[in-house]
């Protein structure tokens, strides 16, 4: 789940941009492109498909549809939500579980989903939720695109929707001619092209301290890329004076208790830059790098350490850092 990643450089002065805004999928989205014409139809057509396939807070969504449906019989849905399943599916299975498709149910009790929740539940309930968590029950194929649960399962695709949403945007603006853009749905961002100051997207990322809000830790270079950034310092739950992170762990049934404040991926898709994003995140600041490394991701780490924010990057990260 992303935080903030903020564009830096805008379109002022560039009449050849346009900027485009709303709101989608329960947060944001901004888009600076360089077009033949107006699209602001054309991205708002493509998010409102995406939202109707892959949303857990519409009733009537392809996957809350599948959700309410009996395990063991197939149930069709589009290409584009199979092949969203499929990329999570082999998150699940990379980080044996560590990222989890179908961590919807514990996601859901700790208040993190549709349903708001403003307490701490009992073990009793982690447990059961834990029961009905278990990405191997889960079954999609492409020909025809369908999906199947083997269990009762609820598949929850908040990790890397958005990611998809900025790949599917990003793709019908080149479609249409457009040259250059920048779409940013909720902190997941892709950039193609030139920037309005005639050279590489300039990106900043947060400080990952909710007392600081907005101010810049790094700034990056994006050229024809994506990047996404997870943490656990904007949406949380307290209680008693302890807060607990909207990352939820699928194999303990709680929320991640390490000291990695924020995770930056850079890929080419935003779709797996978003899902990298939060598995590194549930893995934590040590496990996270060494898969990161393993995987020859391109990806910085902000830890909080002893003495403040420590970062901790890989080789691919290092290259499009702005001093």
Not at 82 to 97: D, K, P, T, Y
Not at 195 to 216: F, H, L, M, N, Y
């Amino acid at each position: 789940m992303a935080l903030l990643i903020a564009a830096l450089a805008g379109c002022d002065g560039s009449p050849e941009y346009r900027r485009y805004g709303g709101e989608t999928m329960g947060t944001y989205y901004r888009v600076t492109a360089r077009c033949p014409g107006d699209v602001a139809d054309l991205i708002e057509d493509e998010l409102a498909s995406v939202n109707d396939q892959m949303s857990t807070y519409l009733p009537e969504s392809t996957l809350s549809r599948f959700n309410s449906a009996p395990p063991g019989t197939w149930f069709p849905v589009t290409e584009q939500l199979a092949e969203v399943v499929s990329a999570a599916l082999v998150l699940s299975r990379e980080s044996e579980g560590a990222f989890d498709v179908t961590v919807g149910p514990l996601v859901n009790l700790w208040g993190f989903g549709p349903e708001d929740v403003d307490h701490v539940p009992s073990p009793e309930a982690v447990a059961a939720a834990r029961e009905r968590v278990g990405y191997r029950s889960l079954e999609v194929e492409s020909d025809p695109p369908r999906l199947r649960k083997n269990a009762d399962l609820y598949v929850d695709l908040s990790a890397i929707a958005k990611g998809y949403g900025v790949d599917r945007v990003a793709g019908r603006l080149g479609e249409a001619g457009c040259d250059a853009t920048l779409v940013d749905i909720g902190g997941e961002v892709k950039g193609t092209g030139s920037s309005p100051a005639d050279g590489p997207w300039r990106i900043g990322i947060e400080v990952p301290d909710p007392t600081r809000q907005g101010a810049v830790q790094r700034v990056i270079r994006l050229a024809d890329g994506a990047a996404a950034t997870s943490g656990d310092y904007r949406n949380f739950l307290m209680e008693a004076g302890q807060r607990y992170s909207h990352t939820v762990d699928p194999r303990t049934g709680y929320p991640v208790q390490h000291g990695l404040a924020s995770v930056t991926v850079l890929h080419p898709s935003a779709m797996w830059a978003d899902g990298y994003a939060t598995l590194l995140t549930v893995l934590g600041p040590d496990e996270g790098l060494e898969f990161a490394r393993r995987h020859g991701l391109a990806v910085m780490l902000i830890v909080r350490g002893e003495n403040g924010l420590e970062e901790r990057y890989t080789d691919a990260f290092e290259s499009v850092l702005i001093d």
